[in-house]
């Protein structure tokens, strides 16, 4: 019975099945799925075997419970990974709404999203083909990759998510209390502002596109597809002047 030895021999579909059996709480019961998975046998022949066998095989795949390399490849075949400072607004949106989810399970649709086919136009300008697709429809495309190649995206992406909060958090909401604080009010008027703070933070991005459309939502995509650090940029430099 083959046993792989490392994420190396790993592809992403198989490793959002193995990070999606962390749910079981019982850590027996998990490592004989994930070791059924990683031999390609069903369960019930796994549990038919002596009891020491089954522990020297949990224990040659010790691996999976570390995380995947963090090296990156940039180019899978004809897809090429989009530097994250030359994301549009859309796109990371699009990314927040995967990370605040289950990045493992999304991981297909966060590298449909930064890997992209690229050409190079009569200027010599390298030219991304566009983001008017959905992940949903591209992210098999990915599943069938080493785990090791795009498994890098997601703490690249996380360090990115960082220093951009940090940089542009006030432009979302000024001291006001995260969305999972417990803030008891002493009266129906704390009540009504902390019911409005919470809105304003579960609508932000709609309400920061509203915005930069004046209200005009036919300039939806064209705000989307604004660059992203060049929008948050102008929008910091307005907050800062005042205007």
Not at 134 to 160: A, H, M, Q, T, W
Request: negative net charge; glycine residues 2%; hydrophobic residues 35%.
């Amino acid at each position: 019975m083959h046993l792989p030895k490392s994420w190396s021999e790993i592809d992403v579909l198989q490793f959002k099945e193995i990070r999606e059996l962390y749910t079981i709480p019982e850590v027996f019961n998990r490592e004989i799925e994930i070791l059924a998975i990683l031999a390609d046998v069903s369960s019930e022949e796994l549990e038919d075997l002596d009891i020491e066998e089954v522990t020297a095989m949990i224990s040659q795949i010790k691996f999976v419970n570390s995380e995947p390399s963090k090296q990156y490849k940039h180019q899978l075949d004809d897809y090429h990974f989009k530097s994250l400072d030359k994301l549009t607004v859309g796109e990371y949106i699009d990314l927040e709404h995967y990370f605040s989810k289950d990045y493992n399970q999304n991981i297909g649709h966060i590298a449909s999203i930064l890997y992209r086919q690229k050409s190079v136009d009569q200027w010599g300008v390298t030219v991304f083909e566009p983001y008017n697709f959905s992940p949903r429809v591209r992210y098999e495309l990915f599943e069938d990759y080493c785990i090791n190649d795009i498994y890098g995206i997601i703490p690249e992406f996380i360090s990115f998510r960082e220093n951009f909060m940090d940089t542009y958090g006030n432009l979302f909401h000024d001291n006001t209390a995260d969305a999972d604080d417990e803030v008891r009010p002493t009266n129906s008027e704390e009540a009504k502002e902390i019911q409005k703070e919470k809105s304003q933070l579960k609508w932000g991005w709609e309400r920061l596109i509203y915005s930069l459309c004046n209200e005009d939502l036919t300039k939806f995509e064209e705000v989307t597809n604004l660059p992203l650090i060049m929008t948050f940029n102008m929008l910091a430099m307005k907050k800062e002047l005042n205007i």
